[in-house]
T-cell receptor, first 114, second 111 residues
Framework: DAGVIQSPRHEVTEMGQEVTLRCKPI?????LFWYRQTMMRGLELLIY????????DSGMPEDRFSAKMPNASFSTLKIQPSEPRDSAVYFC????????????FGDGTRLSIL | GESVGLHLPTLSVQEGDNSIINCAYS??????FIWYKQESGKGPQFIID?????DKRQGQRVTVLLNKTVKHLSLQIAATQPGDSAVYFC??????????FGTGTRLQVFP
C-alpha cells in the first residue's frame, strides 16, 4: 500500500526564494497534518486539515508560511520568502477521521535555506 | 552564540535484552496514545497505540503499558535487535484532532 508521499525529498535554495513542499496523503484519509522537525524544537505541528478544510493553523510560524489543500489527494506548504531559520525537515502526515486514529507520516522534505 | 538542541535521553541495551522506554504525558484528559519509531532520514513510523480504557496492549515483540494515575506510558520491546535502534516518540491525543509529541528517547542496541 502506498504511504504518504512527499516531494521533494531534499531542497536547497537561497534565502528570499519561494519554496513549495508537496504532499499526497494516504487514499481514504480525511485528515492531513504538516509538521516541522528541528534539533532545537523537536516535532512541531504547523497546520492541519480535515476534509480539505484548514482547522488549526496556530502553529504556522508567520505570514511567510501558507498551506493549501485543493483536494483530498494533494496539499502544499509554501514559504515565501524563505529564510535560513526555516531550515528543517518538514513532514506531512495523514489519518482517518479524527484524533483517535494513528497519523501516518511521509519521509519528509529536508529543507536547507542558504 | 552557542546553540543548544533538545537533549534526547538515550537508552543503551545489548542485543537480545528487553528494552523499556518511558514517557510522562501531560494531559489527564488525553484518551489516546501512540508510540512512534523514527529512524535516521525517515518519518516517524507507527508502532502501537492504546486507548485510555485499556492499561496494556501487546503487538509483535512490543507491549505498551498505560498508567493513568501517574500519567505514565511505557513501551517494552522484547529481544531487542539492532534494527530497533532509532528514536522513539510517545504521543497523546490532546483534543479530537491533534497529537502532542514527546521529545523522544534514543535507543541504541549494541552487540
Amino acid at each position: 500500500d502506498a504511504g504518504v508521499i512527499q516531494s521533494p525529498r531534499h531542497e536547497v535554495t537561497e534565502m528570499g526564494q519561494e519554496v513549495t513542499l508537496r504532499c499526497k496523503p494516504i487514499s481514504g484519509h480525511n485528515s492531513l497534518f504538516w509538521y516541522r522537525q528541528t534539533m532545537m524544537r523537536g516535532l512541531e505541528l504547523l497546520i492541519y486539515f480535515n476534509n480539505n478544510v484548514p482547522i488549526d493553523d496556530s502553529g504556522m510560524p508567520e505570514d511567510r508560511f501558507s498551506a493549501k489543500m485543493p483536494n483530498a489527494s494533494f496539499s502544499t506548504l509554501k514559504i515565501q520568502p524563505s529564510e535560513p531559520r526555516d531550515s528543517a525537515v518538514y513532514f506531512c502526515a495523514s489519518s482517518q477521521n479524527r484524533g483517535d486514529q494513528p497519523q501516518h507520516f511521509g519521509d519528509g522534505t529536508r529543507l536547507s535555506i542558504l | 552564540g552557542e546553540s543548544v538542541g533538545l537533549h534526547l535521553p538515550t537508552l543503551s541495551v545489548q542485543e537480545g535484552d528487553n528494552s523499556i522506554i518511558n514517557c510522562a504525558y501531560s494531559n489527564s484528559a488525553s484518551d489516546y496514545f501512540i508510540w512512534y519509531k523514527q529512524e535516521s532520514g525517515k518519518g516517524p513510523q507507527f508502532i502501537i497505540d492504546i486507548r485510555s480504557n485499556m492499561d496494556k496492549r501487546q503487538g509483535q515483540r512490543v507491549t505498551v503499558l498505560l498508567n493513568k494515575t501517574v500519567k505514565h506510558l511505557s513501551l517494552q520491546i522484547a529481544a531487542t535487535q539492532p534494527g530497533d535502534s532509532a528514536v522513539y516518540f510517545c504521543a497523546e491525543n490532546s483534543d479530537t484532532d491533534k497529537l502532542i509529541f514527546g521529545t523522544g528517547t534514543r535507543l541504541q542496541v549494541f552487540p
